[in-house]
């Protein structure tokens, strides 16, 4: 099955820990997209990725990290600097950057806060 | 401004009627329209897109209205059905090479029988 995959799909975070969330596809996608979702909020941009070894800040970069090494794979970290991680987190791809307008999302990662 | 003003934010009809969620830009340089509906605990799913150039759009029981002088756009969803019980999102494409895709807020959408 041709798709996004991100996991785990529920994760705790503890107090000063750092914690990675993970997104891989296999569409053969240039562009990936980092989202976070909080209710009210819509989806707000993290980082975004138009190429391998590439990435640019989003809109909400600050306490967040992300390394694009491989095509395939775009991993979140969400930092100890991030005071407020608890939301619903969003991975994205288009077949390029051009191609932005269509982008196929993953089934997301909730983040709770012990 | 590279914002799209999405309205209402939450929206309750009973099952048959026609929704109606709004989206209003202001930047001239948008150059496609995509809207996206999300069901709850899923990711987003394009559902249909519009470019500026076209008045309407239908794609089975969704249709989007353009306004390109008023710079407005809606999705209509005729006949709603409780399965259409969902989060939609309108976006905004620039035309300028480096500016991500602008999402609206989303219209939280809950369709009763």
């Known amino acids: 099955d041709g798709g996004i995959t991100q996991s785990p799909k529920y994760l705790f975070r503890k107090e000063g820990q750092n914690v990675t969330l993970s997104c891989e596809q296999n569409?053969?996608?240039?562009?990936m997209y980092w989202y976070r979702q909080d209710p009210g909020q819509g989806l707000r941009l993290i980082y975004y990725s138009q190429i391998v070894n590439d990435f640019q800040k989003g809109d909400i970069a600050e306490g967040y990290s992300v390394s694009r090494e491989k095509k395939e794979s775009f991993p979140l970290t969400v930092t100890s600097a991030q005071k407020n991680p608890t939301a619903f987190y969003l991975c994205?791809?288009?077949?390029?950057?051009?191609?932005?307008?269509?982008?196929?999302f993953g089934a997301g990662t909730r983040l709770s806060v012990l | 401004q590279q914002q799209v003003k999405q309205s209402p934010q939450s929206l309750i009809v009973q099952k048959g009627g026609i929704p109606i969620i709004n989206c209003a830009y202001e930047?001239?340089?948008?150059?496609?329209f995509p809207w996206y509906q999300q069901f709850p605990g899923k990711g987003p799913a394009l559902l249909i897109a519009?470019?500026?150039?076209?008045s309407e759009k239908k794609e089975g029981r969704f249709t989007i209205s353009f306004n390109k002088s008023a710079k407005q756009f809606s999705l209509h969803i005729m006949d709603s059905q409780p399965g259409d019980s969902a989060t939609y999102f309108c976006?905004?494409?620039?035309?300028?090479?480096?500016?991500?895709?602008?999402f609206g807020k989303g219209t939280r959408l809950s369709v009763i029988a």
């Open positions: 994205a791809s288009s077949d390029s950057w051009l191609a932005k307008n269509i982008q196929y």
């Open positions: 976006a905004g494409h620039l035309n300028s090479g480096n500016t991500p895709l602008v």
């Open positions: 930047n001239t340089a948008f150059d496609y």
């Open positions: 519009i470019r500026p150039d076209v």
């Open positions: 569409l053969n996608h240039d562009a």
